[in-house]
């Protein structure tokens, strides 16, 4: 009973400890941030490419048919109430203030959160990063900052593109497979939709970037430097970024309310 | 030199891609009727029942969006809810005895307020009040007075 109060003691000083390094290491990223922008753009504009270009095939498809199968079960269950030409707005909404901003951060997670947990992971199973400290250049400014920034600059983007592909899914699922009338689908999209709700979606989008490319980089830059502390790392990466984007998502919600 | 060349025009397109898409939705799905005028003039208008009216809700006349309405409050020394809205300068000439009425835009749409002129030779300005108003339709007392009609033409 006793050794079990202990360890439940232990792990919860460690959740706390893991916590504030988070924090700090957050902190410590965002302070290299201003050199490395105006010092190495380079380094970031390939970063922005690693993370948003190469996402870019697998955000539309996904976006695409989630549009579609928003059209779809809107427009059958609006269809109930003789509201069907109401599922633009209902589209439109869900994919701005929800699905968009959402769904794009798990995929941003498994699609580029485990390429930069898993590579960072490498180089420091590699020495790579000792090598880096060795000759007096900080990894964390060098390797880190840059995947960062690339992250945290792609994230608004796709969801963006996430959301227009969403609606132009919808449109060809609701318009031309479903007839409902074009002019009644943009219509009540534009009546429902504030610039608010862009607003919305556009911060969710900052917050999910920074969230998930920070994860990303703070689980390889710990993994424990062997093959499988490297895998580890990358699941950890999914799952955690993953719970996070959720509750956070929730949160933002509730206070925008 | 060919390797960063490729990764320089991947990422430009992919950042003009994701502009345009913002753009696209800033632009193309919000906001159906925008006002926006760079001189205004302010009217009153209070109303029995202004249903389910809100702030930046639009004031049109024949349908055109002319002004939209900026405060709605409760006067407690009319018993009555009171609209502040305001009107585009450029319509300077609407006649002082126009009757405002809150409509609903479509059947299940946002609630907004219609002019319909009168014909006074004087004309609506800054601080003036609509006299004449009539109320936003409550769904419920609509069924309560068909529900009313309908089992008193039973009787006869």
């Known amino acids: 009973m006793r050794t079990l109060i202990r360890d439940l003691y232990n792990n919860l000083v460690e959740f706390v400890r893991t916590f504030g390094a988070f924090q700090l290491f957050f902190l410590r990223v965002l302070s290299h941030a201003p050199q490395m922008v105006f010092g190495r753009p380079g380094l970031v504009v390939k970063q922005i490419y690693n993370a948003g270009a190469l996402s870019l095939v697998i955000i539309m498809v996904c976006g695409f048919f989630v549009g579609g199968v928003l059209g779809l079960q809107g427009y059958s269950n609006l269809a109930r109430f003789n509201a069907a030409d109401s599922v633009g707005a209902l589209v439109a909404l869900a994919l701005i203030k929800e699905l968009g901003p959402v769904i794009t951060a798990l995929l941003f997670a498994g699609r580029a959160g485990t390429a930069l947990s898993s590579e960072i992971g490498l180089m420091k199973a590699t020495d790579q990063l000792s090598a880096m400290e060795m000759m007096a250049v900080s990894p964390v400014k060098r390797v880190l900052v840059p995947r960062f920034l690339g992250g945290v600059v792609a994230m608004p983007l796709l969801v963006a593109i996430f959301t227009c592909i969403g609606l132009f899914g919808a449109h060809i699922v609701a318009v031309d497979l479903l007839s409902v009338d074009v002019g009644a689908f943009w219509q009540q999209m534009q009546l429902s939709v504030d610039m608010e709700d862009i607003q919305e979606g556009v911060l969710k989008s900052f917050v999910f970037g920074i969230v998930a490319s920070l994860l990303a980089v703070w689980e390889g830059y710990n993994a424990i430097p062997t093959a499988e502390g490297v895998g580890r790392a990358t699941t950890r990466t999914v799952v955690i970024t993953a719970i996070s984007v959720l509750i956070l998502d929730f949160m933002i919600t509730a206070v925008m309310l | ?156």
Do not use: H
């Open chain 2, 1 to 156: 030199m060919q390797q960063t060349r490729a990764v320089e025009i991947g990422t430009g397109l992919f950042v003009l891609l994701g502009m345009s898409a913002l753009f696209f939705l800033t632009t193309q799905t919000t906001g159906g009727e925008k006002f926006s005028a760079d001189e205004t003039f302010e009217v009153q208008a209070n109303f029995d029942n202004v249903g389910s009216l809100k702030p930046r809700a639009p004031v049109s006349m024949s349908g055109v969006t002319i002004g939209r309405v900026t405060d709605v409050s409760f006067d407690p020394v009319a018993l009555q809810a009171k609209v502040m809205m305001i009107i585009d300068s450029r319509y300077e000439q609407i006649p002082d005895d126009s009757d405002a009425s809150i409509l609903t835009a479509g059947l299940l749409g946002s609630q907004y307020i219609g002019l319909q002129a009168g014909g006074s030779d004087t004309y609506l300005e800054n601080g003036s009040e609509i006299y004449f108003t009539q109320s936003a339709i409550v769904l419920e007392n609509l069924i309560g007075k068909f529900l009313v009609n309908s089992g008193s033409g039973g009787d006869e």
